[in-house]
């Protein structure tokens, strides 16, 4: 079957030095933004937001524009944050857009600052991104140059001021009110919801924080029109997607694809298939938040709705595919490690039920587990989501109580052994 | 180390206010104060600057000293609480001196499916140290970390933040060998200090602290060690049947291993 690829945000990347704003302006980059400015104004490029059904590219998925018409008029000052938090256990298409087409997303936080009326942006990149914070500065330095950044810009009457701001190493500033807490200089912690951002974001005042990569297809949505990305993929979940796909696979990277292309396509025509003699046992489709999809989803559609439907989640549209070899136990370890980790700590059932699972998984790998740590892996849905503030604590539980439930006996072998040992 | 050890080694010797001569970190302070002061002035509201601040600092003495801390405090006008408990939050500043080369390898998902813990294995053999730790001749600081973004290249890795992919035991031994012999393309960090054996404050100390550094603590509530926090899984505990085998499992296992909410599995 022929491949699925596109390219839109990929267009360039290993071929073309798009680091360059000469480069990147000779495929056509900021015209849409001299065009918005000079030509269209604020509400068009709102009304292209909302008109291409844009739904957000970091994990939750939720209309663009929507969020954006959230915002109140109340002649307050408003702001908008670019998420470049990326941290999801599995997602690296922001690590290489930063790094490959920094101006792209410069012209998508432009854009999207333009048609809500802020004159304040900021880009919030994670601590670990030292290389594509020095390739954003010097591309924001360029920007500024050439009068895409600052007073007047592209000769019209809009100002711009533009702050790269550096995390510090803490998954929860992915979480928006978790990152508007870091950039005011305070523990990463998530607020209390509501208000929301659009009402109470940076600083008091109305916020739209958006991902990187749903920034970053504004400029194609203009040149191309709403329409194009609305009909691009299932009528509720259109438009494009750059899709991480790693694990045990042939060619493992970032493809960028229509949503509703399926899972299978994406597995088999994109990242090449799974290693030679090896059989397929599962996919997490969208981030270690999510869980794990079987042999029998592989023909799904890959969209926010189908995969929500099949009890998963699209999530940042990070695909972690496991053949025969993988260990599920190990796995969800290694998952159950990183919330129990990276939990902020201001919910109980979040700091305290990553811990413990964590502490039943490590004893069940260390041979020393009972019958009933079964049993309190089996509790954690129960006893851990939807109590919490944010969805780090939600996050805990999908993929170990998918595999639990169809590996049990991966997990059961453990306990076996253990207590064959102990006789 | 005795507590009271401890706590100068986290008193700032630096004061705004009281003028001792000889003080190294008068001159940095008068050095970065400008670039602080640009910073402050990117933001609405400085406290915003906290962050970048002690990156800043960090980039200069190799560590976020208890000096930098109150220099940042001092050039905000805020506590020096408030910087503490920012800072103590991000797990990118080193609250003590760390080695020149800062190994961090994923330990997260596709890096585990793809031989991560044998890169692991392999690095705590031939550095002869564990998670969280620096080396005797204060070079090498050792962590494992979480996901990097860089799962398809797995096993991947980063040395002072800059990244290394599809890590194999060879291109460990040769890095290991040019930063030794001092031709690794990477540049050292500063170290103003010599490191000791950790960096993290809680392992030694014992501090609770709410948050992403309290949940990995071995003190922190948690495990069947420890009914001081336990709320939410009562239920099972109670369980009489869990209750016994629990007992058991205390008896042959007096103590949880202090790294055991760290560790990897080797």
Redesign the interface.
């Known amino acids: 079957m022929a491949s699925p690829v596109v390219e839109v945000l990929t267009r360039g990347i290993g071929e073309l030095n798009l680091r360059d704003i000469e480069v990147y302006r000779s495929t056509g980059g900021y015209v849409q933004l001299e065009r918005a400015i000079k030509e269209l104004g604020p509400q068009a490029v709102m009304e292209a937001a909302t008109g291409s059904n844009l739904r957000g590219r970091g994990g939750a998925g939720f209309p663009t524009g929507r969020k954006w018409s959230f915002l109140p008029n109340n002649g307050r000052p408003r702001y908008l944050v670019c998420n470049c938090d990326e941290a999801e256990p599995g997602t690296f298409k922001d690590h290489m857009l930063l790094e490959e087409t920094p101006h792209q997303i410069i012209e998508g936080i432009l854009l999207g600052s333009y048609a809500i009326g802020c004159h304040h942006a900021f880009i919030y990149i994670r601590g670990e991104f030292q290389d594509g914070f020095e390739i954003m500065r010097d591309a924001v330095k360029q920007a500024r140059a050439a009068g895409y950044i600052g007073k007047g810009i592209c000769g019209g009457d809009y100002d711009l001021e533009f702050t790269i701001h550096r995390g510090a190493g803490a998954y929860i500033c992915g979480e928006e009110t978790g990152l508007l807490n870091s950039l005011e200089g305070k523990r990463g912690e998530p607020r209390l919801k509501p208000p929301f951002p659009a009402i109470k974001g940076l600083y008091g005042e109305p916020t739209v924080v958006n991902n990187v990569e749903t920034l970053a297809y504004l400029p194609y949505i203009l040149r191309n029109g709403a329409e194009w990305f609305a009909k691009a993929g299932p009528e509720r979940s259109p438009g494009f997607k750059v899709v991480s796909i790693s694990g045990h696979v042939k060619k493992p990277g970032n493809y960028e694809v229509p949503l509703g292309t399926t899972i299978r396509q994406l597995i088999d025509d994109c990242a090449g298939g799974l290693r030679d003699g090896r059989t397929f046992l599962g996919v997490q489709p969208g981030g270690g938040s999510s869980a794990c999809l079987f042999a029998e989803h592989l023909d799904l559609s890959y969209d926010f709705d189908t995969i929500a439907k099949a009890g998963s989640m699209l999530g940042s549209g990070a695909m972690v595919v496991f053949d025969d070899t993988t260990d599920f136990v190990k796995a969800s370890y290694a998952l159950i490690r990183f919330y129990a980790h990276e939990s902020c700590g201001q919910c109980t059932p979040c700091r305290e039920g990553g811990n413990w699972i964590q502490k039943t998984l490590e004893r069940i790998l260390d041979g020393r587990g009972v019958d009933s740590d079964i049993d309190i892996l089996m509790s954690a849905a129960h006893e851990i989501t939807g109590l919490n503030l944010c969805a780090l604590g939600d996050s805990i539980e999908p993929f170990l109580g998918s595999v639990l439930k169809r590996f049990e006996d991966q997990f059961r072998a453990y306990v076996q052994r253990a207590e064959r040992v102990a006789s | 180390m005795s507590t009271a050890e401890r706590d100068t080694e986290l008193t700032a010797t630096w004061d705004p206010y009281v003028q001792r001569p000889g003080n190294d970190f008068d001159a940095l302070f008068v050095k970065l104060k400008p670039e602080c002061e640009a910073l402050i002035a ?4 400085a ?6 601040m ?2 800043l600092f960090q980039e200069h003495e190799g560590f976020t000293s208890p000096n930098a801390l109150a220099a940042v405090a001092h050039l ?1 006008e805020q506590p020096l609480a408030v910087v503490e ?2 800072i103590s ?5 080193y609250r003590r001196p760390v080695g020149r080369y800062m190994l961090q390898v994923c ?4 890096c ?3 031989g991560a813990e044998e890169i692991m294995a392999y690095f705590r053999e031939h550095l002869g140290i564990g998670h969280l730790e620096t080396t005797a001749d204060g070079l090498f600081s050792y962590e494992e970390v ?9 096993p991947c890795m ?1 040395v002072n ?3 290394k992919y599809d890590l194999t035991p060879k291109m460990i031994d040769d890095m290991l060998a040019a930063i030794r012999g001092g031709t690794y393309a990477v540049k050292a960090r500063p170290q103003t200090k010599a490191p000791k054996r950790t960096w993290k404050v809680e392992a030694e100390t014992g501090r609770k ?4 550094v ?3 603590n071995p003190n ?5 060690g420890d009914r001081s ?5 009562d239920r ?1 505990v109670n ?1 009489a ?2 209750a016994a ?1 629990s007992h058991e ?1 205390l008896a042959s ?1 007096p103590q949880l291993r202090p790294s ?2 760290d560790g990897g ?1 080797h």
């Open positions: 990117l933001y609405e509201d406290r915003s600057a906290l962050i970048p002690a990156h905000l408990s920012t939050f991000y797990s990118l500043f330990r997260n998902l596709s585990i499916i793809n979480e996901c990097l973004a860089a799962c398809d290249r797995a980063q933040l800059r990244f602290s709410a948050g992403g309290g949940v990995s922190n509530a948690g495990g069947v926090g336990v709320i939410m899984l099972i369980d049947a869990f085998r499992r296992e055991a909410g599995h």
